[in-house]
Antibody, heavy 122, light 108 residues
Framework: EVQVVESGGGLIQPGGALTLSCEAS????????MSWVRQAPGKGLEWVST???????QYADSVKGRFTISRDKAKNTLFLQMKSLRVDDTAVYYC????????????????WGQGTLVTVSS | EIVLTQSPATLSLSPGERATLSCRAS??????VAWYQQKPGQAPRLLIY???NRATGIPARFSGSGSGTDFTLTISSLEPDDFAVYYC??????????FGGGTKVEIK
């Protein structure tokens, strides 16, 4: 069964750092594209970052230079290292797998975790 | 950046009625649009990809159409479990991947 489970959220002061984890099961995070998507309280969905199976990555402008996406093959886990956190980074952060079809990946999301809440506040 | 505008913001309907949700792109996205359903406290669920393809396990009452800049999600006959927020998303031109602002389908 395919599953992703996020952890690592919490309350952090502005300017602080936090690392989120996303443990996957039922598939390998190194063999597909994985993304982080966030949702501020009461707001819509915002794409944050993508890690390609080949190791390349993409970031939203709002987090570029502050967030780093990575993975650990042995732990089958995706990470999001966040630094210089701002109040407007407050959100539920979801880990999501890109839609995997017989011919490859499409840049939509077919499996999502339950999310982990990051609150940036003094 | 491609902006997706969803309308209406809220749709008030009764079970059994037909729901028609709209998503308009700021420039052509070909047919590269998906639709998601999100219920309170839950992660989004993929319903439709590439405008008209139902994702695995999605009931036939959900259908998608459109191309270019105008897309529609139709729920043919609303069931109680369908009252939720729906988002569209484009993959034609990124980064960034972008989502619409959402349409809330509420019980009338």
């Amino acid at each position: 069964e395919v599953q992703v489970v996020e952890s690592g959220g919490g309350l952090i002061q502005p300017g602080g750092a936090l690392t989120l984890s996303c443990e996957a099961s039922g598939f390998s995070v190194t063999r597909t594209y994985m993304s982080w998507v966030r949702q501020a309280p009461g707001k819509g969905l915002e794409w944050v970052s993508t890690l390609y199976s080949g190791g390349g990555s993409q970031y939203a402008d709002s987090v570029k230079g502050r967030f780093t996406i990575s993975r650990d093959k042995a732990k089958n886990t995706l990470f999001l290292q966040m630094k210089s956190l701002r109040v407007d980074d407050t959100a539920v952060y979801y880990c999501a797998r890109h839609l995997l079809l017989s011919f490859g990946e499409l840049d939509y999301f077919d499996y999502w975790g339950q999310g982990t809440l990051v609150t940036v506040s003094s | 950046e491609i902006v997706l505008t969803q309308s209406p913001a809220t749709l008030s309907l009764s079970p059994g009625e037909r729901a028609t949700l709209s998503c308009r792109a700021s420039q052509s996205v070909s047919n590269y649009v998906a639709w998601y359903q999100q219920k309170p406290g839950q992660a989004p669920r993929l319903l439709i990809y590439d405008a008209s393809n139902r994702a695995t396990g999605i009931p036939a009452r959900f259908s998608g159409s459109g191309s270019g800049t105008d897309f529609t999600l139709t729920i043919s006959s609303l069931e109680p479990d369908d009252f939720a927020v729906y988002y569209c998303q484009q993959r034609n031109s990124w980064p960034p991947l972008t989502f619409g602002g959402g349409t809330k389908v509420e019980i009338k």
